[in-house]
């Protein structure tokens, strides 16, 4: 079941939508200011994102690019006026679509299928941890949303630990797979490699702590 996130502070608009998509077998979350739209963002995983632009606390498009510092969930803007300028600058700014209110119900639903339909056929090709997005069909990875350079065996390396977040992987588990040999005892191949992607994560987003090494075991994911 895909969730909805509303954010929306017309109380009577959000109630519509909450209705229509409840109806439609979508799990939903009302928001009705922009911080409080945040919080829940960032308390809870979203397929999409319904936004309104008009919010008090915190502005539409500072919601929409907050979000997309952290997160590439499709954004549907929900506008009052056919703006052109307005909605390209929100479409530059990484909206995916939007609708004009007062809008029409099966519209709505359309185009929210389209962008849920297209969201699942990429995340077969994309793994994400915290503000990691790492493409795998492309081999790029990116980091609060800026791209970071990574050795084919680092990219690996990410990959692998990746996949499985919460699992510790052993120096012979990532040996072996990454580099597909059998793991010889040389722990400063592992090392090297570990610390060069430690750097680099950590250029891109110094506050941030993405690997965990846990002694006399090897590694997971710090999440």
Same mark, same amino acid.
């Given at each position: ?7 929306e ?8 939508? %909450? ?9 939903? &979350? ?11 963002f ?15 606390? &915190? ?5 929409l ?6 997160s ?5 803007? =929900? ?8 909605? #390209? ?25 389209? +962008? =849920? ?11 994400? *941890? ?6 795998? /069909?492309?081999?790029?990875? %990116? &980091?609060?949303?800026?791209? $970071?350079?990574?050795?084919?065996r ?13 699992? $510790? *992987?052993?120096?012979n588990?990532? %040996? /072996?797979?990454? +580099? ?11 090392? #090297? ?14 506050? /941030?702590? %993405?690997?965990?090494?846990? +002694? ?5 994911m710090?999440?």
């Amino acid at each position: 079941m895909n969730k909805i996130l509303i954010i929306e502070d017309d109380t009577h608009i959000n109630s519509l939508l %909450y209705d229509l998509l409840t109806t439609h077998g979508y799990q939903v &979350v009302q928001a009705y200011s922009g911080t409080e739209g945040l919080m829940c963002f960032g308390a809870e995983e979203f397929d999409l994102v319904l936004l309104d632009l008009m919010l008090p606390g &915190v502005a539409g498009d500072v919601v929409l690019a907050t979000i997309r510092e952290k997160s590439q969930t499709p954004v549907i803007i =929900l506008t009052a006026v056919a703006d052109k300028e307005k909605t #390209v600058a929100l479409l530059k700014l990484g909206a995916n679509d939007y609708v004009v209110k007062p809008f029409n119900n099966d519209e709505l639903l359309a185009r929210m299928d389209i +962008w =849920l339909r297209q969201n699942n056929a990429e995340s077969a090709f994309e793994l994400i *941890f915290r503000d990691i997005v790492l493409d795998v /069909e492309k081999i790029k990875i %990116y &980091v609060t949303g800026k791209e $970071v350079q990574l050795s084919k065996r680092e990219f690996k390396l990410l990959e692998c630990m990746m996949r499985n977040p919460k699992k $510790v *992987f052993t120096k012979n588990n990532l %040996y /072996e797979t990454v +580099w597909q040999e059998h793991f010889m005892g040389d722990d400063n191949t592992i090392n #090297v490699h570990m610390s060069n992607l430690r750097k680099k994560l950590a250029v891109a987003n110094p506050n /941030e702590n %993405y690997i965990q090494t846990v +002694w006399g075991i090897g590694f997971k994911m710090d999440g």
